[in-house]
């Protein structure tokens, strides 16, 4: 079983809907990321939490929400989706190693949402 | 602004030979690196990484150099296998909060 899921895989909605992305991880780590990619543009970071109790806007945050509901789950929602939040969307892991030094990420297998 | 760069959005390279992607940076604060390979309709995986702190880690066929006074970076493959075919992305970190990537490069080699 994959560790790091993402519900839907697939998602086609209408400007102004409100919409809500699912992510779960079975790798018990702390951190979770919520990641938006277009293409020539990369990977861009929307937000991140590193607990439960903490949530942290990335570099474009504006236009979406995040609920971190349990330490294994991180939900990314629009509240009402407008074509140019139609993108790929990649949730993401990671867990700091001991003495405050860092670890890599892991993706899951992304969200393609499509904003008619 | 982009903070890291990747200027080289394809590369083709024949099997056997090596694979060079390059990555730059802007933000001096930056003190971690690392690599991701990416499938399409896949998420990115990761490959290889490298602390400010050194200037090169291998591991196995894969090689990242680092340059901090030129702030850059770079991750050598070799040999070049056709199952290396994927984009590539660099990404950067201050203190491991946020990541900044590369817009990526695909790279094609060729059998």
């Known amino acids: 079983d994959a560790d790091v899921t993402q519900t839907p895989r697939n998602r086609i909605t209408k400007t102004g809907k409100r919409i809500m992305l699912e992510c779960s991880q079975t790798?018990?780590?702390?951190?979770m990321y919520w990641y938006r990619q277009d293409p020539g543009l990369g990977l861009r970071l929307i937000y991140y939490?590193?607990?439960?109790?903490?949530?942290n806007k990335g570099e474009i945050s504006d236009g979406y929400s995040v609920s971190r509901q349990a330490q294994a789950k991180f939900s990314l929602s629009l509240e009402s989706a407008i074509p140019n939040q139609t993108a790929l969307y990649f949730c993401?892991?990671?867990?700091?190693?001991?003495?405050?030094?860092?670890?890599?990420?892991?993706f899951g297998p992304g969200t393609r949402l499509t904003v008619l | 602004d982009q903070q890291v760069k990747q200027n080289s959005p394809s590369l083709s390279v024949q099997e056997g030979r090596i694979s060079i992607l390059n990555c730059d940076y802007t933000?001096?604060?930056?003190?971690?690196f690392l690599w991701y390979k990416k499938y399409p309709a896949e998420g990115p995986t990761f490959l290889i990484s490298?602390?400010?702190?050194?200037d090169k880690n291998e591991d196995g066929r894969f090689t990242v150099f680092l340059n901090k006074s030129a702030k850059h970076l770079s991750l050598h493959i070799v040999p070049s296998q056709p199952g290396d075919s994927a984009v590539y992305f660099c990404?950067?970190?201050?203190?491991?909060?946020?990541?900044?990537f590369g817009t990526g490069t695909s790279l094609t080699v060729i059998p």
């Open positions: 490298i602390s400010s702190i050194k």
């Open positions: 993401a892991t990671s867990d700091q190693l001991a003495g405050g030094s860092y670890n890599e990420q892991f």
């Open positions: 790798k018990g780590h702390d951190r």
């Open positions: 939490s590193f607990d439960v109790k903490d949530i």
């Open positions: 990404a950067a970190s201050a203190w491991g909060n946020q990541f900044y």
């Open positions: 933000n001096s604060m930056f003190d971690y």
